[in-house]
C-alpha cells in the first residue's frame, strides 16, 4: 500500500473536455489500474488511507474531486453553494474549489469574483438585460497563475484555459448566464436562477488572484482552508518529503516534466497529465528528475 493511480474519466462537453482524474462522486468514480474505484479502496483501508481524522469527518466517500480541464469556449457564468446553503438545497454538500492554470492560449481569461458592489435585485436585472459579466473581475492568465474560488463566490473559465482543479466531492454547479448557448438539440442551456441567488456571495475583493513567488527546488503554498491544503513543487533537484506527522492521504498531480517517485521504498515513474494518490500510512516521497506538480491534502 505505497501509492495508487487511477485512469481518468474524460468527457466531452459542449464548451471543451474535462478530464476527472481522481473522483469519488457517486456514477462518476475513477478506477485504480487494477479496477477497483477510488470509494472502494476507501471502503476497504479506511483511515489507513485517508487518515483517522478525514475518515471520521468523510466517512467512505473521498472527499476531493481533480480535474483537468481545457477550454475551448467560454464555461458559463457559475456559482457553486457552501455546504449550509447546499444541504437546505436537499444537497450532501457543497463546493469550494481552487484553480491552477497548466497552460492557456496568449488571449486567454477567466472571471473570478465581483468587481463591483451589487445587490441581489440589481444582480437579477444584470443577468436578465445580459450584463452580468460586467460586474465581474477578470483576468487575463498564464501558466502558474492560481486562484481560490470559495463557494458562493461567481466564476467563469474562458475559452484558451487549460487548468487543473481540485475542489470537494461534490458536483453541484449552479448555471447563473450561459451567452444564450443552445445544446445539441437546439434547446437553451438551462439556468439555475433561484438556486445561484441563494448561493451568491456579494463580499467585494481587491484582488481574487493566489498571489505567490514562484521558487525552484522547495515546497510554496498555494491554498490552505478547511477542504484541501495545496502546495506547488517546482523541482530540478532530487528532494525528500516527509509525511510522517501527516494524518492525511496525499495527491499529487503531474504538471510538467517527468520524474521518478519513491515512496517508502517502491519506485515509479510519474509524468505530467498524471495523478497518484499516496496512503495516509506513507511515511516519505523521494523526488528525482525534472518535475513540476501540486501536492494537496486535507487537515481536519
Known amino acids: 500500500m505505497?501509492?495508487?493511480?487511477?485512469?481518468?474519466?474524460?468527457?466531452?462537453?459542449?464548451w471543451g473536455t474535462e478530464s476527472w482524474q481522481l473522483s469519488g462522486v457517486q456514477d462518476n468514480e475513477t478506477l485504480t489500474k487494477d479496477g477497483e474505484s477510488l470509494n472502494a479502496l476507501v471502503r476497504k483501508l479506511k483511515d489507513q488511507l485517508v487518515g483517522a481524522a478525514n475518515y471520521r469527518r468523510f466517512g467512505d466517500e473521498f472527499p476531493l474531486l481533480i480535474k483537468f480541464i481545457d477550454a475551448h469556449q467560454n464555461l458559463s457564468i457559475q456559482v457553486h453553494p457552501d455546504d449550509e446553503t447546499a444541504h437546505r438545497q436537499g444537497k450532501p454538500r457543497g463546493k469550494t474549489e481552487?484553480?491552477?492554470?497548466?497552460?492557456s492560449a496568449p488571449d486567454a481569461?477567466?472571471?473570478?469574483?465581483?468587481?463591483q458592489q451589487i445587490t441581489p435585485e440589481e444582480y437579477q436585472e444584470m443577468v436578465a438585460n445580459d450584463t452580468i459579466c460586467d460586474a465581474l473581475a477578470q483576468y487575463q492568465v498564464k501558466a502558474g497563475d492560481c486562484f481560490f474560488i470559495p463557494a458562493g463566490r461567481i466564476h467563469a473559465i474562458g475559452a484558451g484555459c487549460y487548468l487543473a482543479e481540485i475542489q470537494q466531492t461534490s458536483d453541484v454547479t449552479y448555471r447563473i448566464y450561459d451567452y444564450k448557448r443552445?445544446?445539441?438539440?437546439?434547446?437553451?442551456r438551462q439556468l439555475h436562477t433561484k438556486e445561484a441567488a441563494e448561493s451568491i456571495d456579494y463580499h467585494v475583493l481587491p484582488d481574487y488572484r493566489t498571489n505567490y513567488t514562484a521558487r525552484k527546488d522547495e515546497s510554496q503554498l498555494l491554498v490552505a482552508c478547511p477542504y484541501f491544503n495545496t502546495?506547488?513543487?517546482?523541482?530540478?533537484?532530487?528532494?525528500?518529503i516527509d509525511y510522517s506527522d501527516l494524518d492525511s492521504f496525499v495527491v499529487l498531480i503531474g504538471l510538467k516534466g517527468t520524474g521518478t517517485l519513491t515512496v517508502d521504498g517502491e519506485e515509479c515513474i510519474f509524468r505530467e497529465g498524471e495523478s497518484m494518490l499516496i496512503p495516509a500510512t506513507a511515511q516519505e516521497v523521494r523526488t528525482s528528475g525534472t518535475i513540476k506538480f501540486l501536492e494537496t491534502y486535507v487537515l481536519s
Open 2 to 14: 505505497k501509492f495508487y493511480q487511477f485512469t481518468p474519466l474524460v468527457k466531452t462537453l459542449i
Open 182 to 188: 443552445r445544446d445539441k438539440d437546439g434547446n437553451l
Open 98 to 103: 481552487m484553480w491552477y492554470v497548466m497552460d
Open 109 to 115: 481569461m477567466l472571471y473570478n469574483g465581483l468587481r
Open 231 to 240: 502546495a506547488v513543487y517546482d523541482l530540478t533537484e532530487p528532494m525528500c
